[in-house]
């Protein structure tokens, strides 16, 4: 069981990323999916979280309005667009499943993880 999270990389201030989590060894398409990120020094923190048949999401303040998560078509994947990008937004940003029925924002209430991928916004 896998989660591999990528897509991350280097980009201004203002920029746009999109994040893919692509899970492998067994189907995620009936769990809820959520993205955290972790800047340097600081906790993990809830980004955003996406029902299992993609059609509910839910974010975090300091992301609403910039960022968009989204399920590909087999809903085995995850996308977190990220348009708007400020240098706080820089971090390692993880991908989550967890088994509860609805969404959830701490992280013990994930129980898969990826990763990680490096996000790096420049001022």
């Known amino acids: 069981v896998q989660l591999q999270a990528s897509g991350g990389g280097l980009v201004q201030a203002g920029g746009s990323l999109r994040l893919s989590c692509a899970a492998s060894g067994r189907t995620f398409s009936s769990f809820v999916m959520g993205w955290f990120r972790q800047a340097p020094g600081k906790e993990r923190e809830f980004v955003g979280s996406i029902s299992s048949g993609g059609t509910t999401t839910y974010y975090a303040e300091s992301v609403k309005g910039r960022f968009t998560i989204s399920r590909g078509v087999a809903r085995n994947t995850v996308y977190l667009q990220m348009n708007s990008l400020k240098p706080e937004d820089t971090a390692v940003y993880y991908c989550?499943?967890?088994?509860?029925?609805?969404?959830?924002?701490?992280?013990?209430?994930?129980?898969?993880w990826g990763q990680g991928t490096l996000v790096t916004v420049s001022s």
């Open positions: 989550s499943a967890t088994k509860s029925s609805s969404i959830v924002v701490t992280d013990e209430e994930y129980d898969y």
